[in-house]
């Protein structure tokens, strides 16, 4: 991404060129038209790892629908627990606007006595754009999904529980679930339902084609929870209807090779008219022939 | 014979290389999908060719949006471009009752394959069935037939069907005799009659899987974005549309999108009435649409372009009779 | 009679049409070159600058080359057709004009394909068509049937040339350059009309003419197909190859009435070229002309009738923007020539070249109108806000172009009837050798 910055470096400092000199006569800088959108939410993803992202995003105060993302803004993410703030990572904004870090599944957090984590992103502030903020709770939740074969149904089950610092597993209450498959451009929804007492079971439709082989992947996901942020988990599943076209490799007008019939009759046709015209030239040749020894024996 | 099958090998681990260059890229892509789909799909909706930038010291800055060919190392030559994304049948269904003519499309597919003003891959058409029933914006790609006529006729082989149902053109071999555009019912292709500064611009290699750079004396035309769909994107067009009118997938997988809903194909053609356009012609287009029933925006609302747009339209007598009555000027 | 003497009598007769050049004849070699030259300059600018330089656009991407091309391809099969009827029949007074005719057609195909030229983008890539060729595409056909026609057409003429050539090559008193004499001694091909000679000779132009026919009409059923296998309304018809084989036919024998009549005042053939050859060809050009205003009433009225609106469309662009230039190909193209042969009055040589110079007008703007309103018409409305899009119109370069490729027809026909007698010698001494055997069995 830096590379081409700096392949349009010369339009890129026109353009900031141009906006110094504007600025001398409007404002102070181009931010100040904008209010600054700051969204802070976390993952946690299949593996257990847990993603922290930052949307860092200016939208202009006339114009609502004009949206410009914040670019190479250093985010820091803490833990934070009552006073204490430990530092988790740092990153900077995409062209996007995202600023992500990925914490591994063995990562420690302080955890406060409800067994909350609170997790803290921050931009430190610049003389153009403000100091900006956001905090977010949430517990550490495994979510588990297994699909499963029961008197030839297919089933998925889904189980959702928190771990305590002892080792303690306690079921989820309460929480929202939704049930998606992957395709090739994003995912789509399948059924939607609610945990219960840390389960939740459902039917597999049937008539799902998933990939060439036949699989699919399935995902459970808690989506903007407010005890657990986001979680999502996924499962393969050999459970696809996959209609496999056999490939015709016939010959069509539209494919490389034409149909056979085609080949034929031009072959007759050119092997026909070329062959009367090599005729025509070899008796050209021969009267030619029986001409030169006329001309030869006269001679003599 | 082994020479061969030692290049082969060569050829097929290079394509593996490629794969997995390119399936780490949908993963990266995938997880901001889900969370940014809505904020990035904004973002280039009000930009022009650019992408601005604000930087933390708050200035506004221009860059090139990376959007052509953003993995240039894992460029697909036109030699691999013949064969297409293996155990797919892609297929677009254009929702006719959403569309509004807001242009989203066309523009975002311009700016995608570097194209003038003039030069639409995506077409919307004002199209009045009959004298009853009132004009309905129409959407029209190139409609990927099963049975193509433009490559039944091609001379060269230049424009060719893959297996995943896409037809491209490969601007290297194409001689420019047009008669893939005379053969195409549906008026799908462009060609490049004179020379511009844009087609000497070789700072990304040539792939007929983005068309870019174009060539001067040869014919393009909607390729589906294959490029965009290895990065497991939408194409240029349901990407940037607002209303969610085109849904884009794979027939194979029975799932189609339109970066806000994504739906069984099959359930929406049966239950929405899908359909093909001139169906009869018998060239079996992968394009469906749904019929413009239940329209969600009056067809005025279409109106709000440059006047050089707005002309087209204007032999439409639906039009004529709204310029009458001063609803739309002119 | 003493043929030696009669070759040398008619040598004589015809040695001022090959041995000077009038003042008005390089007068007309200059116009017909300045023309070839403007039009080389056109196209030097359709190179440089582009296809943009023509009036084709997006919609209508063929334009008035393809018109040309389809025109002259017609006229070279028709040649060859009429040509090849002329050998076959042994018809009493096809001597006179068979050579004009042949020269025709070898020219009309040298002519007609450099059109086709013109109208493809990138003519750098030209010999991808040899070595990525697909069977399936009819311009693969085309372009077989095309060069197949034009080297069957070349052994054609040569072998009706060579005699001639054997008589020139004889004719020591013959004023003309050296190289002439050189070229002439090598192109007779060591023929010294020995009766064997002669009657291989006969034997192999005679199974050359009937090829000939055949490979005319399956060139031009397969330039049919161009358009008539699209889905196009208006191409999209099963009696286009026919149609195109009577269309190529009526321009055939227009332009060679013409012919007959330019070559006749020029260099004062009364006595070979005679009313009844105006007469005879008029009788066919009638007959072709019936068959054709039949084609093209069954074709516009089968697309009336059934009423599909693509067709209906492409009709009342026809009709109203192509209204005058639909009548005059349609309806005066026919009727014309039907008035002019069926009353005894008006059967004159002037009258008649008069309605084959309006056939040639009107039968090459019915190629326009078959072409350029479909293309104007298709499927889905144009909607464009570019004049030059949604309407076709040429531009000077396509005209002069146009122009270049009629001026080199004429300089190559003129050029070729300096070099070798327009009437054949050969042709006038084998009729009189047929008349004196006749003599000589009935007595």
Known sequence: MKSNLFKYNFITSFIVALCFITNGFAQKTDASNYRMKFKFKTVKQKDNSRLLEVSFIGQNKKNRKDKVPVYNAEINFYNTLNEDEKLLGTSKTSKEGIAQLVLQKNQNYLTDKNGYINLKAEFKGTDAIDEEDSEIAVKDINLELNLKEIDSVKTGIITAYTIDSVGVKTPVEEAEVIISIKSM???????????????????????????????????????????????????????????????????????KAAPLWMYIVLTILLVGVWANYMYTIINLFKISKEGKELILNSEE | MKKQETEKSKTNRRNF?????????????????????????????????????????????????????????????????????????FVMVIDLAKCKNARKCVEGCQKGHNLDYHEEFMKVQLIQNNEESDPY?????????????????????????????????????????????????????????????????????????????AAEGTVMKCDFCPDLLRQGKLPYCAQSCPMGVIYFGDKNEDIVTNGEETVRFSELINDRGGYRYLEHLGTKPNVYYLPPVNKQFPLERGFDHDKEILERYKDVPYVQELIKQKKIKL | MNVKTRKRELVKEFSPMLEKTRFTTKIWIGVLLAIILVGLYAFALQVIKGHAVTGMRNNVVWGLYIINFIFFVGVSYSGAFISALLHFYKTPWKTSVSRIVEIITVLSIIVGPVFILLCIGRLDRLYFLFIYPRIQSPITWDIIAIITDLIGCFIYLYLTFIPDFAILRDSKKLNIPIWRKKLYRFLAANYQDTPTQRKKLHKITGTMSKMVIAMAIVAYTVLAWIFSLTLQPGWNSTIFAPYFIVAGLYSGICVIIIAMYLTRKYFNLEKYIIRSHFIWAGAFFLIISLLYGYFTFSDYFAKWFSHKSGDINLLETLFDRYFWEFIFANYLGVILPLVILSIKKLRTIKLITFAAVIGVLGLWLNRYLIVIPTLETPYLPIQDTRPEFIHYTATWVEWSLTFAGIASFLLLFTLIIKFIPVVPISGIIDREREINDAKLKSE
């Open chain 1, 185 to 255: 451009l994003s995912n789509m929804k399948i059924k939607e339902g609610t945990i219960e007492n840390g389960k939740y079971e459902f039917e597999f439709p049937t008539d799902i084609p998933g990939d060439a082989n036949n699989n699919i992947i399935v995902y459970s996901s808690i989506e903007d929870s407010d005890d657990f942020g986001n979680v999502i988990q996924e499962k393969s599943a050999n459970w696809g209807v996959f209609k496999k076209e056999i490939k015709k490799n016939k010959n069509t007008l539209w494919s």
């Open chain 2, 17 to 89: 290389l490629k794969l997995g260059l390119m399936s780490s890229v949908t993963v990266v892509a995938g997880t901001s999908l889900i969370s940014n789909l809505s904020s990035i799909g904004e973002e280039e909706k009000t930009s022009g060719e650019k992408v601005r930038l604000l930087t933390p010291d708050g200035k506004m800055v221009e860059v090139d949006a990376e959007n052509i060919n953003k993995y240039p190392e894992a460029l697909i030559t036109p030699a691999e471009a013949r064969k297409g994304i293996p155990d797919r049948k």
């Open chain 2, 137 to 213: 914006w129409f959407p029209k790609p190139c409609f990927h037939c099963d049975e193509p006529p433009c490559v039944t006729v091609c001379p060269t082989g230049a424009t060719f069907k893959r297996d995943d149902g896409i037809v491209l053109i490969d601007n290297e071999r194409c001689i420019g005799c047009k008669f893939c555009m005379t053969s195409c019912p549906y008026s799908a292709r462009e060609f490049n009659w004179g020379p511009k500064n844009k087609f000497e611009d070789k700072s990304q290699p040539y792939s007929p899987e983005t068309q870019v750079p």
